[in-house]
């Protein structure tokens, strides 16, 4: 499953694998004898799999999971705000770009458990994570992001609400996929 999770039904590594083992278990041999081979076959794969991992030639794991949960904030931001429920919006894009910034850090060695989005936001740039517009954009969400969790309901707009929700969409596309 972490072999289709990373690649695709269709990949040759997960063909390889499956007929790997289809051909192994095929054998009239003693059945110690196949599950040595096959252990030997998915240790193979799990060793190339990793050395791909760290050569950074397919995304990680935690990063793709990431992108899909973030993704999915957004969808139901996306859903709240079509049918009016602009402050539910607000809320769930606010948490999504927050904690999408904060695991955008972490993925890059920073620490920024327990820091204002604020902080986040410079520490990401110091870092040379986020640069340009991309920050003042940012920055500007900080705002909303506190009316939303204050419950300040009455100082939210719309058409904030979609433009935090289409810049965290793009922020997620860019960093975590």
Known sequence: ????????????????????????????????????????????????????????????????????????????AKEASENG????????????IEDSLKKLGKLNGLDLDDKEMTETINSLKT???????QVKIVSSYVKLRNKAFHAEWDKIDTPEVKSLIAFTEEFIMKHFS
């Open 127 to 133: 870092k040379g994570l986020i640069n340009g517009p």
């Open 85 to 96: 429920y602009k402050d539910v919006a607000a809320v769930l894009a606010s948490a999504a």
């Open 1 to 76: 499953s972490l072999v289709k999770m990373l690649y695709s039904d269709d990949s040759p590594q997960l063909k390889s694998l499956v007929e790997g083992k289809k051909g192994i278990v095929s054998r009239e041999v003693a059945h110690n004898s196949q599950m040595r081979s096959v252990y030997a076959l998915a240790m193979g794969t799990l060793k190339s799999l990793k050395a791909e991992l760290e050569l950074g030639l397919i995304s990680s794991i935690e990063k793709q999971a990431t992108g899909e949960l973030f993704g999915d904030f957004i969808y139901m």
